[in-house]
């Protein structure tokens, strides 16, 4: 497991400094800052891509939330550049994003600690917080109602 958040981590950083050192003397026009927002959004659905191989379970779909949301924020980072906004709002949320990020490559979340692959209880973080049993079985006290 450790292996594909290894993986996920050094893919972001080679993508993080490839980005900054190709795009660094870009000039700032209309078209250039499409391909500044564009390509980041566009690395955003590789990092979507390879998460599907090289993590699992919850990782998994966290980091196919976080990759959406980049992407979503690098698409509104360029309509707030066509709108004359300030780029503070688009610069601090994507470092808020990578922050949470790193977090979460960073921290093992309880529920991937506790699952229990085969179970029914998968679908459900933190089950085991609320003294549910993870083997299941129909009572006879169900069957009169």
Known sequence: MWHGRLSIAAL??????AHA?????????????LVFH???AAFDLLILFCARFLLSDDIRTDF??????????????????ILYYSPI???N??????IITALRLIIKGDHERHIISN??????RGWYRCRVQPNFERSDKCQGT
Not at 67 to 81: C, H, K, M, T, V
Not at 93 to 98: K, S
């Open 21 to 33: 050192y190709i795009l660094r003397d870009i000039p700032n026009t209309l078209e250039w800052m």
């Open 64 to 81: 196919e939330i976080l990759s959406l949301l980049s992407a979503l924020g690098n698409f509104l980072g360029w309509i707030a550049y």
């Open 93 to 98: 949320g994507m470092y808020f994003l990578a």
């Open 12 to 17: 972001i950083c080679a993508g993080f400094v």
């Open 89 to 91: 709002y688009y610069d």
């Open 38 to 40: 564009g390509t980041a």
């Open 119 to 124: 179970s029914w209880l998968a679908v459900v």
